[in-house]
């Protein structure tokens, strides 16, 4: 479950990144956009869901323990928990893009300044995947030790 | 494109947004007031099935009450909630960090 949730996560970030290329791009393609997004919306709920499952059953009892007693308590206490909340708002961001590129698709290709306020967003999503994604990098290492 | 569509897609976008700030001002109220924690937690079985859950209405609400109002979608006010949507995301990201740092190293 803990790499369906680490692999789901990691295309989800992907999506957003790649669709923030193909934005940033003069001529940008709607299909590849749409895709994308399609694929980051579907992976980010598909890692928010095999996460939940692990954090809730799992989590709690097994690891947050290892990790308090470990050399660093402070990676639950502040990369998990941060990590956690956060991770709850992705969904909403990648449906809502994804729900532009559906909906408004051919504006956002033809218009620039919602092309480029998509790709800002998309751009947004990734950073804050990738800070979510090294957090739960830091947890596994405290883990280990 | 018609303005309709345009419209929808805003629906969701200021849905996500309200989503956002609600689940960020439940995790730090949460940690700050922790009878509203096992609120969740009773109702839910866990906190952050809670938040999550209320995150998830709120967005539906959100954008329904959206989709109500009589205003006419365009293209310039879709790209302004977009780029809000944007900010509010990597705000309410560093409040939670921030939080959660402060409560761990900061805190007296």
């Not at chain 1, 790649?18 to 791009?25: C, F, H, M, N, T």
């Not at chain 2, 705000?91 to 402060?102: D, E, K, P, R, T």
Request: charged content about 10%; proline content about 4%.
């Amino acid at each position: 479950m803990l790499t369906a949730h680490v692999l789901a996560g990691l295309v989800g970030v992907a999506g957003f990144y790649a669709a923030w290329l193909y934005l940033s791009k003069k001529e940008s393609s709607l299909p590849a956009v749409r895709a994308w997004l399609a694929a980051a919306a579907a992976a980010i709920i598909g890692s928010w869901l095999t996460g939940g499952y692990y954090y809730v059953l799992y989590y709690g009892g097994a690891v947050k323990p290892v990790i308090k007693k470990s050399a660093f308590p402070w990676a639950h206490t502040v990369f998990t928990e941060a990590k956690e909340h956060v991770f709850l708002f992705l969904p909403f961001i990648a449906l809502a893009l994804f729900a532009v590129s559906f909906f408004a698709g051919p504006e956002m290709i033809k218009n620039e300044k919602l092309k480029r306020a998509v790709g800002f967003a998309a751009f947004a999503a990734t950073l804050v995947g990738v800070a979510v994604t090294l957090s739960g990098v830091i947890m596994s290492g405290a883990v280990r030790k | 494109m018609t303005n309709l569509n345009i419209k929808k897609a805003q629906n969701l976008v200021v849905g996500a947004s309200a989503a956002v700030l609600v689940v960020t001002a439940l995790t730090i109220v949460g940690e700050l007031a922790p009878p509203l924690k096992d609120f969740l937690k009773a109702t839910f079985s866990h906190h952050w099935i809670g938040k999550g859950a209320v995150g998830a209405l709120v967005f539906v609400v959100v954008a329904a009450v959206d989709a109500i109002i009589p205003v006419e979608g365009n293209s310039d006010s879709l790209a302004l909630d977009i780029y809000i949507l944007a900010w509010v995301t990597l705000a309410s990201f560093l409040a939670i960090y921030g939080f959660f740092i402060f409560e761990t190293f900061a805190k007296p």
